[in-house]
Nanobody
Framework: QVQLVESGGGLVQAGASLRLSCANSERTLTRNVMGWFRQAPGKEREFVAAINWSGHSTYYADSVKGRFIISRDNAKNTVSLQMDSLKTEDTAVYYC???????????????????WGQGTQVTVSS
């Protein structure tokens, strides 16, 4: 049973930083893309960032480009999302996800991911 567990969410003021982490229980998924998505109240889940199996390729939503950095440590089975210069519109529940084929290309559609964490709340106040 694959388990993804997010941590690091919280309440911060606009302009502050947060670092989200996601621990992956399944060693073999170090060969898969990992991604971060978010869902705000009343909105659909949206892509935030993703990283390929090696960590050498990343992709970001335009809304977070230049402010967020995704990284992974395959030795520790973790993926992180460093979020800087947070804005009120970044407020959402953040989910990490993984899946797809081994050594696959980055995908930004939620349907391309097989396993999801339970989510961690990020709230940015003005």
């Amino acid at each position: 049973q694959v388990q993804l567990v997010e941590s690091g969410g919280g309440l911060v003021q606009a302009g502050a930083s947060l670092r989200l982490s996601c621990a992956n229980s399944e060693r073999t998924l170090t060969r898969n893309v990992m991604g971060w998505f978010r869902q705000a109240p009343g909105k659909e889940r949206e892509f935030v960032a993703a990283i390929n199996w090696s960590g050498h390729s990343t992709y970001y939503a335009d809304s977070v480009k230049g402010r967020f950095i995704i990284s992974r440590d395959n030795a520790k089975n973790t993926v992180s999302l460093q979020m800087d210069s947070l804005k009120t519109e970044d407020t959402a529940v953040y989910y990490c996800a993984t899946g797809g084929p081994e050594y696959g290309d980055i995908e930004w559609s939620p349907g391309s991911y097989d396993y999801w964490g339970q989510g961690t709340q990020v709230t940015v106040s003005s």
